[in-house]
Every structure is written in C-alpha cells, then in structure tokens.
C-alpha cells in the first residue's frame, strides 16, 4: 500500500491499514467476514467519509460472497441484513448511505443470484475507483484557489487515509504543492480522537509538506494575528442549501475565518451531498462514548466518574463558506441552485 492508501479488495477478503494504531504503527488487518468490517469503521480503524463509503462497498461485497442464498428472495434478505449492520456504523457520512442504497439498486435489478453477487463485488471495485478520480479531480480544481505563499489551515484527516483516495482538503493541498507552490499548512490536532496530530501530520510528513501541528484551541490566536491564509475542511454531508456537516471543531474555525476576513473552504466529493435534506438541522450528528473525551489514547485525564459529552461532528450553515470544491468545479452561493445542477 504505497502512498498511504487505507483499503485494498484481495478478492475474498479486505485489507485495511487500521488507523487507531498510527503513526506508532503501520498495521494491516485482513477481513473475511462483513460483521468485522462493520466493526472497523464503528472503531474508527478507517474513517474518513469516502473511505467509510469504500469499506462499506465492500464489506457488503464480502458479506454476499459468504451468503448461501439460493432465491433471490432469499439473497435479498441476507443482503437487508448485511446491509443494515453497515448503516448503523457512522451515522453522519453520507457516503456510506449513498454506497448501501448504490448497491441494494444493483441486487434488485440483477435476476441469477450468482450473477448479483458478481455484480455486486465489481461495483464496490467501481465505487472505489470513482471516489479516487473524484478526489483527484476535486484536488485539482481546488489547488487554482492557493496562492503561492499560502499558509492553510486544515482540521482533521482529509487525506489519502479518509479518502481511499487522493484526499479532499489534503488533497487540494497536496495537489498546490506538486504544482511547485511554496506552502505551508497548519494542522489541528483534532480533539478527541486526534486525527490531526496522528494522521494528517502523518500524512504531510510523507509528503515532504511543510507543516505546524497546533491544539484546536490556538486556531483564533493565529488567525487573529494574520498568519492563516485560508481554512480549508473536508465533508461528511453537505445538504441541499450548502450547510455541512464535518468533524467537531470546524464550525469554530468557519467563525473565525469569517470574522477575520479570510476564506474557508469545503473540499468534497458529490457523493458527500446530500439533496433530500433542506438544511442542516436534518443532520443526524454521531454522538459517541463519552471515553473518548476522559481518555486520551485510552488513558484517563479526567477524574473517575466525569460526565463528558461527545459530539463527532458539527455543522456550518452555508454562509460561511467561501466556496465548496467538487470534482465537477468550484461553487459558490447560491448553493441551493448550485448544488442542484452538479449533484
Ligand atoms: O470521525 P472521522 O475521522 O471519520 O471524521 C472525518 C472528517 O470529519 C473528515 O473531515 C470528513 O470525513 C471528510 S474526509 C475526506
């Protein structure tokens, strides 16, 4: 797996680089059954909403392999559950939704069960071959907007990791700096489960960016003092009017950009939108265990017995997006129009 990819089909099985164990480690885990695929992506072992889109794809691609099913019938009652034990993995990626009814669609137009099951393995090789050129493409139209000089802010993992791919936000940076322009990027460590600090530093050292990891926290200090160019964030559900939903923290920066004058950016895939909700407020936003704000890598730093709330996600309204950068180009408000035409 050169260049950081997370996920790999071997015919009959799943390779997945587990991304809790790095940057310590470089670990790979071979999965044969759909429930431990599942199981990865609720455990955070790959994250990232395309890559969670992937790993779904083709966890349902392993389970039907498994599958006995002889009728169809009865193939699409193995399929309801497989599929179902997927959608209650992350609840806030759209991608993953976009994967599980993509593939449903496919079983229920195929007749001859062996042939869904074929059908359904190259679709899922599909899905993961169209969310990499996406993420290519997003990246290229999307490094037009950094200028040389650039010092960009970005939140979380946004990268090859997340992405199964080439990298949303990471992918526009990456993209500036093999175009020769002289960047750098600050990188937020990304509480609680320091994506930032573990994978995105991880990512821009193998890259040979340059790059200052600093504490969530410390963003409004260095945006206020004029050393941030713009902000750039990835995706995990952009709706119709252009509010988006992305990891804890993003809404602050979005703010901050804002009240500071410089541009914040959304660099997504039109997989990530999401065109049945009207606005944010209809995000579902994944709560999960309280742990992982008490414990920091498994260790507590919190008295026992803390009550502690987590929230994976937040969502900025439209109007403090400068721009959302697709693979089909850049838009700007009016989203509600724009997002239409592209999505
Ligand atoms: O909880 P995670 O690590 O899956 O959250 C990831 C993010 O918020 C990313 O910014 C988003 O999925 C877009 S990644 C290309």
Redesign the pocket.
């Known amino acids: 797996m050169a260049n950081s990819q997370p996920i790999e089909w071997l015919g009959n099985k799943v390779k997945l680089l587990d991304q809790t164990r790095l940057p310590q480690e470089e670990v790979y885990l071979e999965l044969t059954d759909y429930h431990d695929v599942a199981s990865a992506i609720k455990e955070?072992k790959i994250?990232?909403?395309?890559a969670?889109g992937v790993a779904a794809a083709y966890g349902i691609a392993l389970g039907v392999l498994k599958t006995s099913a002889k009728s169809k019938d009865e193939f699409l009652i193995k399929l309801k559950g497989i599929t179902q034990a997927m959608a209650a993995t992350?609840p806030t990626?759209q991608n993953l939704f976009r994967v599980i009814n993509r593939m449903k669609q496919i079983a229920e137009a195929g007749e001859d069960v062996d042939e869904i099951r074929k059908a359904l393995v190259s679709e899922a090789i599909k899905i993961h071959s169209e969310e990499a050129e996406a993420t290519k493409k997003l990246a290229q139209f999307g490094a037009e907007l950094i200028q040389n000089g650039f010092t960009i802010l970005t939140?979380?993992?946004?990268g090859a990791l997340?992405?199964a791919g080439y990298?949303?936000?990471l992918g526009v940076i990456k993209q500036a700096k093999e175009q020769g322009k002289n960047i750098r990027v600050f990188a937020t460590e990304t509480r609680p489960?320091l994506?930032g600090a573990r994978l995105t530093a991880w990512e821009l050292k193998r890259a040979s960016i340059p790059f200052t990891l600093i504490t969530d926290s410390m963003a409004g200090y260095f945006i206020s003092r004029g050393k941030i160019s713009c902000v750039i964030?990835?995706?995990?559900r952009i709706t119709s009017n252009g509010d988006t939903a992305?990891?804890i923290g993003s809404y602050t920066l979005a703010v901050l950009a804002m009240e500071h004058g410089i541009p914040f950016y959304v660099a997504?895939p039109t997989t990530t939108i999401d065109l049945s909700l009207a606005s944010g407020d209809d995000i579902p936003i994944e709560e999960r265990s309280p742990q992982e704000v008490t414990h920091i890598q498994g260790v507590s730093i919190a008295p026992e017995g803390t009550q502690a709330l987590n929230p994976?996600?937040d969502v900025t309204p439209h109007y403090y997006i400068s721009a959302i950068i697709t693979e089909k180009g850049i838009i700007k408000e009016p989203y509600i129009e724009r997002l239409k035409k592209i999505a």
């Open positions: 955070m994250r990232g909403a395309p969670i992350r990626a939140h979380c993992n946004t997340a992405t990298g949303t936000a489960r994506q964030i990835g995706a995990d992305n990891k997504a994976a996600f």
